[in-house]
């Protein structure tokens, strides 16, 4: 098998049997040696900024000299992207070898694994096989049920903002919502989250349960341009966005804690991660064409970003090029991100739940200065924001070569 056909095999109609257990992985993962438990793993959920916390994290891991997985979701151009060692992501061949061998596998023991399920159990496998010091593992949609819950043990686990996202499968409240992402958390382990965190109190009930410390951030975080203001000392910081000060707070308390467990991270292995981290889509700004990348794609995202754009570039006429999924609260959206001198291009792309435009303006009514998208928007001078759905961002770049 090739990577199209391994990529072919992960989309086709068949691979989707969704249910809320963990039984089925489980179960897979046991018949191949339970590749999970050789690793040490920091596992991650939340609404927004579970990227940004495994990347930064893993970034300052990797240049203090440990080999460091990293598995993620979505990605924005190829399925490799999603499974790393030190930032390089798994080859398609050796993507599409243990794709084939994990369905190959499954087929035999009569287990229908779903995409994502078969992706958590290559990533597992490959780190495993490659034997990883440490793993950043992203829970793709809630944890509790989420595939990445498969493993029995974590080092520590971390919470990041929760806000209402997919409430059709996790609830339409934060504390429902809040009750499903602390499922991640570990009997007898570790968990940090920002007292400010809106499901706070929920996390901290369900930690107490399984008898889990936790560990509260406190740290004194300015982001700028360019460069993070911690506890009043400057570092080059590769990451902006206002958002990243919650996201940065979390992992250095995440780096705190780990120095006391034996893995030592020094202050230049700290300050050469936080300058060399990179991830795409979060407030990624290409000077050359004057235009920002920013996967926002739900209201709490998006006050984000609003904020973001306020604080950098308050003065300066913006150009939106949009897209969103049907299954997100884009009305909400548009009314916290659009103001009535911008400038908006709707972006059509190919997804089974993607809005159309003409869907769109109908249920958006009142925003009069939207337009189809056109490839000439990209030859303004003016402040372009491409956001909306990180989806979109993929196949936008293929356009644009960004």
Known sequence: MNYNQAVNLLTSQGKFYINLSLERIKSFLNIIGNPQNKLTIIHVAGTNGKGSVCSIAANILKCAGY???????????????????????????????????????AGHNNIELTEF????????????DNNTDIVLLETGLGGRFDAT??????????????????????????????????????????????????GFNVVLEQAQKVNANVIIVDNDIKIEQNYALINNVKYAFGLNGVYQCQNLALVLKLIEFLNTKGINIDNSALKEGLKTVR??????????????????????????????????????KKIFIYSTLNTKDY????????????????????????????????????????????????AKKELKIVTGSLYMIGEFEKVINF
């Open 67 to 105: 080999k460091t997985g990293l598995y993620t979701s979505p990605h924005l151009l190829e399925y490799t992207e999603r499974i790393k060692i030190n930032n390089v992501d798994i080859s398609k061949d050796d993507f599409a070898d243990y794709v084939s061998y994990i369905c190959e596998t």
């Open 331 to 378: 009305k909400q959206i548009a009314k916290i991100l659009f103001d009535k001198d911008d400038e908006i291009y709707f972006y059509e792309f190919k997804h089974k739940n993607a809005v159309a435009f003409n869907d769109y303006i109908k249920n958006v009514d009142w925003l009069t200065n939207i337009k189809p998208f056109d490839k000439k928007v990209l």
């Open 149 to 198: 819950n498969a493993i029995d043990i974590d080092f520590v686990s971390i919470i990041t903002s929760i806000s209402l996202d997919h409430t059709d499968r996790l609830g339409g409240s934060i504390n429902e919502i809040a009750y499903e992402k602390a499922g991640i958390i570990k009997k007898n382990s570790s968990v940090i989250i920002d007292k400010k965190n809106l």
């Open 117 to 128: 399920e078969i992706l958590t159990v290559c990533a597992f496998k490959y780190f495993a």
């Open 279 to 316: 991830w795409a889509a979060r407030f990624e700004y290409n000077k050359e064409k004057n235009m920002i990348i920013d996967g926002a794609h739900n209201p709490d995202a998006a006050v984000m970003l609003k904020k973001s754009l306020d604080k950098y570039f308050y003065n300066k």
